[in-house]
């Protein structure tokens, strides 16, 4: 992947460019007055482009940039904070304290909701298994400004982690994590989602298997919580509680794991 600046762009943005392809251990080209199809025409390579105040990714493939915004969580991080009602945080239980392992990251909303909802005394953890969706939530968290404080910290808080779920939990004690949490594609389209829609080009598609909840079982100490289409069979082929919503085609569903006797 190349790295480089917007077209327009202050000293911040091209000192963070140079420091993010650093980090990452990529190639930095100055943007002069190349457009970004012809910086992936001369180098063949996917884009990330730094700006003044938001990053995006453009694959070689494609011609529409990935960016990372905090948009849809806010909506819903905006409810909590007005005390409303978040159906993954009715769904998990979460409360101040709690751990909880977001194993499919994606752009981290529900990663920033079980932040804020955890909050300074809990722990959030995302792990995401897709470079470039990895890097535009892990760099996003790290310096969006929301302007609102309580949610700068949640962002801020959340351990970004750029692998395999399966691989990471089986390298995990026993209950470390309160809940695991699972929202993997769905496979019915969800058209009034506008986050799927944005990273469905660039996710890892890999079908959630009995190995991973064997070792989901294993880490949660309270839950394993998935969030999926209503009429998703992996409800019942994995043993999830469905929790039935009227009103929404997402529903999510539960595997107890704080009384279960062997
Ligand atoms: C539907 S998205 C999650 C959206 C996320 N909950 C949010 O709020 O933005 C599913 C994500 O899981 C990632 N993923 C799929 N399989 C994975 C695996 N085995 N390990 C880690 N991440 C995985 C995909 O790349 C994708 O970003």
């Not at 909840?213 to 998703?232: G, M, P, Q, T, Y």
Request: net charge negative; aromatic share 8%.
């Amino acid at each position: 992947m190349i790295v480089t600046t917007s077209g327009r762009y202050n000293e911040h943005a091209l000192q963070k460019a140079k420091d993010i392809a650093m980090r990452y251990k990529l190639y930095f080209v100055m943007r002069k007055k190349l457009s970004v199809k012809e910086i992936k025409e001369r180098y063949i390579d996917d884009v990330l482009v730094v700006g003044n105040d938001e990053m995006s990714i453009t694959r070689l493939s494609d011609n529409d940039p990935v960016k990372y915004h905090p948009n849809f969580s806010m909506v819903r991080a905006k409810r909590l904070l007005n005390n409303d009602n978040d159906a993954l945080a009715d769904a998990a239980e979460l409360k101040p304290g709690m751990s909880f392992l977001d194993c499919t990251m994606g752009l981290a909303a529900d990663s920033v909701i079980a932040s804020l909802t955890v909050g300074t005394s809990g722990q959030v953890t995302a792990l995401e298994q897709s470079f470039i969706l990895y890097l535009l939530a892990k760099e996003g968290l790290a310096s969006y400004d929301t302007n609102i404080k309580m949610l700068n910290d949640a962002m801020r808080a959340i351990e970004t982690v750029h692998q395999n779920h399966t691989d990471y939990l089986e390298k995990l004690p026993d209950n470390s994590f309160d809940i695991v949490y699972f929202d993997p594609m769905f496979d019915e389209e969800i058209n009034d989602s506008q986050s799927l829609r944005l990273i469905t080009e660039v996710t890892h598609t890999e079908i959630l298997s009995q190995k991973t909840i064997d070792e989901a079982k294993r880490v949660a100490a309270k839950k394993i919580v998935l969030k999926d289409h209503f009429r998703s069979s992996r409800f019942e082929q994995f043993g999830f509680m469905q929790q039935v919503r009227k009103t929404s085609k997402v529903h999510y569903g539960i595997i107890r794991t704080d009384f279960e006797v062997d």
